[in-house]
């Protein structure tokens, strides 16, 4: 059996409560990682491969380890070629560094602007070198989103380049089919949309938000940011993007107290409850995606080069976002969207993805197992939480969830508070301790802050 070691918020089998899921930040900070991840490990399952969730760490201490206990690392990634990443990425680049296995790189992106410009990517370029380098020592090639990343990486002297898009879109192998299930939108269609904060506050979608809510009685918005997801279920506002109160996951926006906001912490219950639409919109690539795997339209407002490389590799029709008309209807992008790219290049697309995999010495589902019905069928025996609603009744259902798991987070720290009281105690005995007024003040601040945090956020 061999084992693969795969860089994910957690394992698709793996279920998690959402004050659970909020607290660990299974999804990374965006649930649309978790689309790709997922759909990773599906099409590596075989019935000679197991596949092992890393839970997104980069602990560069377990490099014995992971080469002790896998067979490959596998590295599913977005938009990390960016500045804000960069410290990640040196950190990931100092575990590859130590490993002797094979690493592969599915999916990784560049970002810049719908201009395709890297110049902001300069200051950068001597962490992606070494991350690329690092990769390709140990892989017969990296596999990247679309043609800006290509050209940047090969700009930069790389070759070993193969654009394969995003993993996410073949969760169901070369099947993909859209259906336009209405001849056009009408004040009765079930639409949904979805936006980034950037693409609220600076963008102009807030205005297409606002317009779209005023002539759609089911219009719902669909986060995906871990801030998004407090906020609905604990009102917490203690995240900057809490100033962006033209977001539908803000409190005060109307669309939160009519109760039609949802963040999903499981890409299977995000799907799901997107077959039920009849179309998706918004600058949120895998909010689309999600849309799309449903078999529901969609259209992606692209707002910067990660959106819009993937939405031309794959066919998935997109407007840029900075050229949309003042009084936008999602009816005109719905009567627009033509998916027959989409479904007409998917098999070839599919089959450059896992010429990629077989090169790089990893069998898919597909190819060499059951194409994944028995993942499918597990995921189905399992219970995952329905997607986070709008915390708007102080029902007592509601408050038992959520005060029950506060008064356990209070008395695992009470007991972790007690247990560095004990090892304070026989340090200082041993006369090797700090003094123990810092020490103290020190597991303090450890174990308070969570609580404190906790407690501010469900008083909110």
């Known amino acids: ?7 994910s918020g957690k394992s698709p089998y793996e279920v998690v409560s959402v004050e659970e899921a909020l607290h660990r930040d299974v999804i990374a900070t965006n649930s649309g990682n978790l689309i790709f991840s997922d759909a990773t490990h599906k099409i590596l399952e075989t019935p000679h491969t197991e596949v092992v969730s890393n839970g997104i760490r980069t602990d560069v201490s377990a490099a014995a380890r ?22 990640q990425l040196k950190r990931l680049t100092r575990l590859i560094t130590k490993l002797k296995i094979p690493v592969v790189v599915v999916g990784v992106g560049a970002q810049a602007g719908v201009g395709y410009n890297a110049g902001r990517l300069k200051a950068i370029e001597p962490a992606v070198r070494e991350f690329v380098s690092a990769v390709l020592d140990r892989s017969a090639s990296i596999g990247v989103r679309g043609e800006f990343t290509e050209k940047y990486l090969r700009d930069l002297g ?4 193969e654009v394969i898009g995003c ?25 949904a949309v979805n936006g980034s904060h950037s693409a609220v506050r600076s963008q102009g979608l807030d205005r297409v938000i606002a317009d779209a809510h005023a002539r759609y009685p089911h219009l719902r918005f669909i986060g995906q940011n871990l801030s998004d997801a407090r906020q609905l279920h604990w009102r917490d506002l203690s995240d900057p993007n809490a100033l962006v109160t033209a977001m539908p996951t803000h409190p005060d926006h109307p669309m939160y107290r009519e109760d039609k906001v949802r963040v999903y912490v499981d890409p299977v219950t995000w799907i799901d409850d997107l077959r039920a639409f009849d179309f998706s919109f918004g600058s949120r690539i895998h909010g689309n995606i999600a849309a ?34 003042e009084d936008l209807d999602p009816a005109s992008l719905y009567e627009e969207a033509d998916f027959g790219a989409l479904m007409g290049g998917h098999q070839e697309r599919f089959e450059r993805f896992t ?7 990893l069998e898919n589902t597909f190819t060499h197992g059951d194409g994944g019905q028995a993942f499918e ?3 189905r025996s399992l219970s995952f939480p329905a997607g986070i609603r709008p915390w708007n009744d102080a029902d007592l259902a509601s408050l038992t969830t959520r005060f029950g798991w506060l008064q356990s987070r209070i008395t695992e720290l009470g007991a972790d508070n007690e247990r560095l009281r004990r090892e304070l105690a026989r340090a200082g005995k041993s006369g090797t301790a700090a003094p123990a007024a810092s020490v103290y003040r020190r597991a303090r601040r450890v174990v308070g802050r969570p609580i404190r945090r906790a407690l501010q956020s469900g008083r909110q």
Do not use: W
């Open 66 to 87: 992971i080469n002790e206990e896998y067979d490959a690392f596998v590295v599913p990634l977005a938009n990390a070629f960016r500045p804000s990443f960069e410290a």
């Open 355 to 361: 010429g990629f995999l077989d090169k790089n010495g």
């Open 158 to 161: 790389f070759r070993d380049v």
């Open 292 to 325: 799309l795997l449903a078999g529901t339209p969609a259209t992606v407002l692209c707002g910067d080069s990660r959106t819009l490389e993937l939405c031309r590799y794959f066919g998935i029709p997109h407007r840029r976002i900075d050229k949309l008309p």
């Open 377 to 379: 069928q597990r995921m």
């Open 167 to 191: 993993p996410s879109l073949f969760l169901y192998g070369k099947d993909l089919t859209v259906t336009k299930r209405e001849p056009a939108l009408t004040t009765g269609s079930r639409i």
């Open 1 to 7: 059996m061999k084992r693969i070691l795969l860089r």
